[in-house]
């Protein structure tokens, strides 16, 4: 069974804060993904990696940088928080090889930046 | 701008009848889509998917229906549950792209025993 786990399953953070979320898949996966989640605007991606040490921009990266040092975790970080990336934040991953891999996601991570 | 869209927030059905879930895409180039469930406090689960060489793929329950003409897909759920009461994610994606999926707004089902 693949297992996508997240560090957090709910943050309170200030604005200005730096903040990191962590996500750490099980399956030795190539592709890493990170998606926030917001009424009305469905699941949007911030940035995506096939590889450690490589990132791509999703279609929302401002604000966020990542990181994948190890081919299991990716992170998240949010170099300043500010109010408007209150939200729900997904990491996903899948196997290499093909565009239709089915992506397997972790539980979330609520954040509230205050 | 919104690739995959789902015009119906939400939707309720009763317990035992057909819910149907509808999506429309804008970028013709998409060849495989995707359908997600979601329940509240964990992540998407995959539930069925349809490549666009296919008008219909069925797995137990669920069926999708893809009509390319239309750029639009659905999601029939028969007979409906009280456990399918989740947020339904249609995605989408296209070949040499990396794996990126396009999701849609989400549409959340209520099925009233």
């Known amino acids: 069974d693949v297992k996508v786990t997240q560090s957090s399953r709910y943050l309170v953070k200030r604005t200005g804060e730096k903040v990191f979320l962590e996500c750490v898949q099980d399956m030795d996966h190539e592709n890493m993904f990170w998606y926030r989640q917001d009424p009305g605007l469905g699941l949007r991606l911030i940035y995506f990696?096939?590889?450690?040490?490589?990132?791509e921009k999703g279609d929302i990266p401002e604000g966020y940088s990542v990181s994948r040092e190890k081919k299991e975790r990716f992170s998240l970080i949010l170099e300043s928080a500010s109010t408007n990336q209150t939200s729900m934040y997904l990491c996903?991953?899948?196997?290499?090889?093909?565009?239709?891999?089915?992506?397997?996601f972790g539980p979330g991570t609520r954040l509230t930046v205050l | 701008d919104q690739q995959v869209k789902q015009n119906s927030p939400s939707l309720s059905v009763q317990e035992g009848r057909i819910s149907i879930l509808n999506c429309d895409y804008t970028?013709?180039?998409?060849?495989?889509f995707l359908w997600y469930k979601k329940y509240p406090a964990e992540g998407p689960t995959f539930l069925i998917s349809i490549s666009s060489i296919k008008d219909k793929n069925e797995d137990g329950r669920f069926t999708v229906f893809l009509n390319k003409s239309a750029k639009h897909l659905s999601l029939h759920i028969v007979p409906s549950q009280p456990g399918d009461s989740a947020v339904y994610f249609c995605a989408a994606t296209r070949v040499n792209t990396g794996n990126q999926f396009y999701f849609g707004t989400g549409t959340s089902l209520t099925v009233i025993p």
């Open positions: 970028n013709s180039m998409f060849d495989y």
């Open positions: 996903a991953s899948s196997s290499g090889g093909s565009s239709y891999n089915e992506q397997f």
């Open positions: 990696s096939y590889d450690v040490k490589m990132k």
